[in-house]
């Protein structure tokens, strides 16, 4: 069945994970060429040398142990030691330039706080992650400093405002104005600058409601003096607890370790081909626990989700064991997709097409969005050598036959 992509977050945008994923179109003219990642063999068409440092290098980098955050950060940090917020809810490095990130920390416990490294200065960081935390295309951000000073640290108090004008959406509904304001107290340490927030204010005129959220000045010193290298913490846990779902990615691919981290979960090689042409190329990857597992009594199964986008939207492509509707496909030809427009199932003939001696199922359908606009998707599935394939075209399917033989023709990793 195609369902709809939800996204979560640990704050920030992370990629949940619920089947076939609609997030974009493709449309394309010229033929298209993959080449699938091979790790050990230095001469594929791309020489090993070459390979970046990032199989998939996303602007913002979430991560579950902080030993992975030292060694691609780029620089060495310190943390909080702090007691009264005794662990880490998230770890995320954020890409400010092609030299340069800035690692965000959410923690949490009797006192909760946002904490921020980089080598760069912090109105510039601070006001990038402004941007990236609401992810609203109309929003405005706006960042000033003035001296602080917490104890015998000197420093600045940064503050950054965050604001969505109101906006009236294509179906008549309005979006009420937003405003954010951030307060971080902001030093400089052996070459490093940090940052603590300390003080949010939110403000939507929908209801006139304003929430707020505020440190002491005196807790804030202690949070500053608490900070030490990695190896000598001693009151925090900076490895991140996650809940078992099948909407939250249960990790993220970034780099050949996490491949080969993946194979183990999937209990298979997978395709990975990185880049389809100048247009197509993967900008997101992650293992999840699949739809057809049984979280409550622990029989779990994992599937590998990527997302390619290109200059007219977005393709995902789905790898798993277990495909339990795949049996229904062979038998009746169809699949169930949701109608918007009658909010209930509805029935997909499928085509059935060969690819390089692979049966391969075709579905094609309109999809009517709640604004009374409409989109053309398409779902292709397969299954080769008994692992299950899956690609999902979002909002126009035009050539979608000569880019499926791409993803169809692309080898495992090895």
Known sequence: MIKKFKKDSYKISIVGIVGCVLAGAIILTNSVNVKALDINNTTSTTNIMNIPKFLVDTPTKTYDNIGRVEKVAGF?????????????????LIKLSDKDNVLLIYLDGDINFTFQVSEKEPLEYLKKIGN????????????????????????????????????????????????????????????????????????????????????????LEKIAKSIVYPEEIKNVNYSVEKEASTEIATMMIYEKEDLEKAKSFLGFNPKFPLKINEDISI?????GISGDSDIKNN??????????????????????????????????????????????????????????????????????L???????????????????YSVCFFEDTDNSDEIIKEFVNSKTVD
């Open 76 to 92: 060495e940090f310190k943390l909080p030691d702090f007691p009264r917020s005794d662990k880490a809810e998230s770890l995320q």
């Open 370 to 388: 709640e604004d009374g606009t409409s989109i053309n998707n398409g779902e292709y599935i397969w299954k080769e050598n008994n692992i299950y």
């Open 132 to 219: 990236i935390k609401n992810g609203l295309s109309n929003l405005k951000v706006e960042s000033e400093e003035q001296a602080m000073k917490l104890g015998e640290i000197d420093g600045f108090s940064v503050t950054v405002t965050s604001i969505s004008p109101a906006e009236t959406l294509k179906s008549g509904d309005v979006r009420p104005e937003f405003k954010e304001v951030n307060k971080y107290f902001a030093w400089k340490n052996e070459g490093l600058w940090y940052s603590i927030g300390y003080n949010s204010t939110v403000t939507s005129s929908a209801q006139n409601n304003t929430q707020s959220h505020n440190i002491s000045q005196d807790d």
């Open 283 to 287: 900008k997101e990857s992650s293992i």
């Open 299 to 368: 029989n779990i199964n994992y599937e590998l989700t990527s997302f390619y986008s290109n200059k007219s939207g977005s393709i995902t492509f789905t790898e798993k064991k277990n495909l339990k509707y795949y049996e229904d496909i062979l038998k009746n030809g169809y699949i169930n997709i949701w109608d918007n427009e009658n909010e209930k199932n509805k029935q997909v003939k499928g085509e059935k097409i060969n690819i390089n001696n692979n049966e391969v199922w075709k579905y094609l359908y309109t999809e009517i």
